[in-house]
């Protein structure tokens, strides 16, 4: 039994239960969850996976300071103020989009060229897709949801191959767990004030 794997998954599902609640306290805990990950992707030959955790580390802090440091734009001596759930502007959709396939078939290159990673085209998949997904979620996007579904239920596919039990249950609890938080942030975002977040 992978004891560190066990409780990675634990950690996940402490991260899950707080980006539910749209907790700013889910920042801390998505630094912890990481580095544990580092480890235990290494050792399953997942590259990209274990590369995207790096990513994650500096996305929590800048996730942290972006949700905590909002200041509002018409007054900068207002206090400052938690960032509010939005919905994400439409100019950001095809800069995304190109900024996700840039980086799958990037990841796939250097996946095939340099690695024996034996899912080079999955692994960079859900890497480049996380990126974005993470980007999405430090500014507070609903959409980040919709993101991380397809992440989530192709990792469960992924990671049940490559023989991550423990890790392909907590993803496939996250794809699921998504459905309820995309509606939850959804009232959310109708009960609050909008101001565009860009």
């Not at 990792?155 to 998504?178: D, E, H, M, N, Q």
């Not at 975002?189 to 860009?198: A, C, D, L, R, V």
């Amino acid at each position: 039994m992978n004891y560190l794997e066990l409780f990675g998954t634990l950690v996940g599902l402490v991260y899950l239960a707080l980006e539910y609640r749209a907790s700013i306290y889910l920042w801390p805990v998505s630094i912890i969850m990481p580095a544990i990950y580092l480890v235990v992707y290494y050792q399953a030959g997942l590259y990209a996976d274990f590369g995207i955790n790096v990513y994650y580390l500096l996305a929590s802090v800048y996730g942290w300071m972006a949700w905590s440091w909002k200041k509002k734009k018409t007054d900068s001596a207002q206090p400052a103020v938690e960032l509010p759930i939005t919905s994400m502007p439409r100019k950001v959709y095809l800069p995304l989009t190109a900024v996700f396939v840039v980086c799958w078939l990037a990841i796939a290159w250097i996946l095939i060229e340099w690695t024996d990673s034996n899912v080079p085209w999955t692994d960079s998949f859900t890497t480049a897709l996380s990126i974005v997904g993470m980007w999405m979620l430090a500014r507070k996007y609903v959409e980040q949801w919709g993101v991380w579904m397809v992440v989530d239920w192709v990792c469960c596919g992924l990671y049940l191959y490559k023989g991550l039990y423990f890790t392909a249950v907590l993803y496939g609890v996250y794809a699921v767990v998504a459905i309820f938080g995309w509606r939850r942030w959804r009232k959310e975002m109708i009960s609050e004030p909008q101001t565009e977040n860009e």
